[in-house]
């Protein structure tokens, strides 16, 4: 598997605000729907002992735990408009901290030779009956870096 996933999207009509192009919120509900793709995808024996080879970070995190967004961030290149084909979201990991860990995003042709946005999402793992952030455990660390690549390239960074 590589350390990236492209997930192609269909550019839907009600996507388009009053100026004619992807709505800047829109961006975020592609994110979204990378990430969740991403958490459900299986993981291979590269990722995993062969014996869990096949689950995917959903099942890592489990039922007594969930993630949170922490923080997004988003830097639109250029005007996405209505089209037939679709548009693709990349997605990987730019960063493990302790509890919590960051997607990068692009959002772009398949081959990157146009892109529309980039982006990054901190989401943080949390105890579902305490609400209190928890370290992530070894597999899940495992697991989050066989997606792991570069820092997202934003043009401006404070």
Sequence with gaps: MPDSLYMPV???????????HVNKVVYLQYFENARVQLA???????????????????DLVGPERFTLVGRQEIEYQQP??????PVFVKIWVTGLGGSSYDFGYL??????????????TTMVLVDRSSGA???????????LEHWHGE????????
């Design 107 to 120: 959002v772009a042709e398949r081959d990157e030779s146009t892109v529309y946005a980039l982006g990054e």
């Design 133 to 143: 952030p928890v370290r992530l455990d070894p597999e899940q660390r495992a697991a």
């Design 10 to 20: 269909q550019v839907r009509f009600g996507d388009m605000d009053a100026y004619g």
């Design 151 to 158: 820092p997202v390239p934003f043009r401006r960074r404070r």
């Design 80 to 85: 996405l408009t209505y089209r037939n084909r």
């Design 40 to 58: 459900h995808t299986p993981l291979n024996e590269v990722a995993l002992p062969a014996d869990r080879a096949g689950q995917t970070f959903d």
